[in-house]
């Protein structure tokens, strides 16, 4: 067995559309995972975990479709994750076959109390499966990671027995979850120098860490896993995840960035060395995190780290004068390093459509012709109603236009009355794709509720609204606001969202994109984005 070349940076894996895509009422669907994939590819990842492909059949085109589009040459390491059985391996390495550079991820718990009572076997019998299992998978790629579930509370002398046999049988990366954030950062650097002193073939891999944020410890865990020899990280886009989440990529990224010379674990290199210590493009940071925040309805509070509302925001007096005076003064860190401040006015109402593709392209965004149009017109009405369009507002129609769903049922008119005196009420105007227009009204507790009974009194399908969020895109009165909703439908989730200065009109609209996808997969007959609870009964394992 030849060794592991060991990078010469931290490598950055990321399970937002896995661990993440785990959080309650994160669900993504396909076409949502694909365009994080895209922006994680932007970003610079180096190994993007798309998903767990045994568990639903959505699931499985999700990792297929990003291994396909997104695991180019030059693009990330697209992975996979699987329990240690043949169906979850054979599952996941068909899902991954597209990408140009495929991974399997595959964990077998290795706690008494995970052995003994969730899966009934002995230390004898995890070591036979570890093995089997890591060589079955080889047989699909040759990059293999390998997970002890349960890592923190295992015996530590069975644990390196366990990573001993995954390394012999082929395992690239050893990865160390904290699958229910109980350790502290000395105890987590610990786990680490233990394992690299006394699994005694482990420079044939590389040292990964998995952890969670129960106790808000995932990222200071990390750091000290770093010093020790973790070469890999597994985080998140705004630390979504399980319970209280994972650790956070953007924390973990600028920690590394601004304190390069403190973290600086690679030998050889000069502490005072200015080259990076992860191969993130830190200027996409705060874009990424707006898509998935976004995309996954779950807000970021004002005063987290890094992509907090806040966390550039220097409000007293005092620090304003000397931010003024010398931004060094009170800030640690540039807003732009984090893609912050490039937000400046690109774009008015004379520019042209030229312009308006040249800078879409290097927002990162290429569209066809058809949806170039309709994105160009809505970026005209857009600036005569607002004076400054700034690229946060260009992004968010054109997420917008891209992630509509198919169009059964369209707004030809949303009109709604409402004020302190008034009972709200709404009548809408929908066409069909025969040209009926159907028209109803109805009162309701608010604006939004009116309107979406209106729609419910003319599209007639039983749902269950699950999540209504706004968001606004920029600060001022005149922001656009994005609306983010998931509506039930039979067990499955349907999401919808939609930008608007209107955020009446956003919300009907994001409403209609949901009922619209529901209505195209009645009509399918099928299930076409089977949701979690379907992941929950084929996984009940966790990492
Ligand atoms: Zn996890």
């Known amino acids: 067995m030849s060794n592991q070349p060991q990078p010469d940076r931290i490598l950055i894996f990321d399970t937002t559309l896995r661990d993440g895509e785990q959080s309650p009422g994160a669900t993504l669907n396909v076409d949502e995972k694909l365009t994080i994939a895209r922006q994680l590819a932007r970003l610079g990842v180096d190994i993007i975990e798309a998903g767990f492909p045994f568990a639903s059949p959505g699931d499985f085109e999700a990792v297929n479709k990003i291994a396909a589009q997104v695991g180019t040459e030059d693009g990330p390491t697209i992975c996979g994750l699987a329990r240690a059985t043949k169906g979850d391996i054979e599952t996941a390495g068909r899902a991954i076959a597209p990408a140009a550079k495929g991974r399997i991820h595959t964990f077998i718990a290795t706690s008494d109390i995970h052995m003994q009572y969730k899966l009934r076997k002995t230390r004898e019998e995890v070591l036979a499966i570890t093995a089997e299992m890591v060589a079955y998978a080889k047989t699909f790629t040759d990059d293999i990671e390998f997970s002890p579930e349960d890592a923190g509370r295992s015996d530590p002398e069975f644990m390196y027995r366990v990573l001993e046999t995954a390394i012999a049988a082929g395992a690239t990366t050893i990865n160390i979850p904290d699958t229910v954030g109980y350790l502290t950062p000395s105890e987590f650097g610990g786990l680490i120098r233990g394992i690299r002193e006394h699994v005694p073939n482990v420079d044939q891999a590389i040292i990964s860490v998995h952890g969670h944020n129960d106790l808000g410890l995932a990222v200071a865990n990390f750091l000290e896993a770093v010093k020790n020899g973790a070469r890999q990280l597994e985080c998140t886009i705004n630390g ?34 200015e080259a990076p210590l992860t191969n993130i493009n830190t200027t996409e940071i705060y874009p990424t995190s707006r898509l998935v925040s976004n995309l996954t309805g779950m807000f970021v509070q004002p005063n987290k780290a890094i992509v907090g509302a806040n966390a550039f925001a220097h409000e007293s007096g005092i620090h304003q004068d000397g931010v003024l005076k010398n931004k060094l003064t009170y800030e640690i860190m540039d807003a732009e390093s984090i893609g912050l401040n490039k937000n400046q006015i690109v774009l008015g109402k004379h520019s042209g459509r030229n312009a308006f593709r040249t800078r879409l392209k290097e927002l990162g965004h290429e569209l066809s012709d058809q949806e170039l149009n309709r994105a160009f017109l809505r970026f005209k009405d857009l600036a005569d109603k607002k004076k400054v369009v700034t690229d946060w507002d260009i992004v968010a129609l054109v997420n917008d236009e891209t992630q509509q769903a198919p169009e059964h049922f369209h707004i030809e008119l949303v009109q709604v009355s409402c004020g302190n005196h008034a009972c709200p009420t709404a009548t809408v105007t929908l066409r069909t794709p025969e040209g009926q227009e159907l028209t109803d009204a109805a009162t309701g507790t608010g604006p939004v509720d009116a309107v979406y009974r209106a729609v419910n009194r003319v599209v007639n399908i039983p749902n269950e609204l699950i999540e209504f969020s706004v968001q606004s895109v920029t600060a001022g009165i005149d922001a656009i606001g994005e609306v983010t909703i998931r509506i039930r439908h039979e067990e499955r989730v349907f999401s919808g969202h939609s930008a608007n200065t209107d955020i009446v009109v956003a919300s009907t609209q994001a409403y209609l994109n949901a009922l619209n996808r529901l209505y195209t997969s009645i009509q399918d007959g099928k299930t076409i984005h089977p949701q979690k609870d379907e992941m929950a009964t084929a996984a009940t394992a966790r990492i």
Do not use: D, K, Q, T
Request: hydrophobic letters at 45%; proline letters at 6%.
């Open 240 to 273: 979504i995840g399980e319970r209280a989440g994972n650790a956070a990529l953007e924390e973990l990224v600028m920690a590394m960035h601004v304190r390069r010379s403190f973290y600086n674990p690679f030998l050889g290199r000069p502490a005072e060395s």
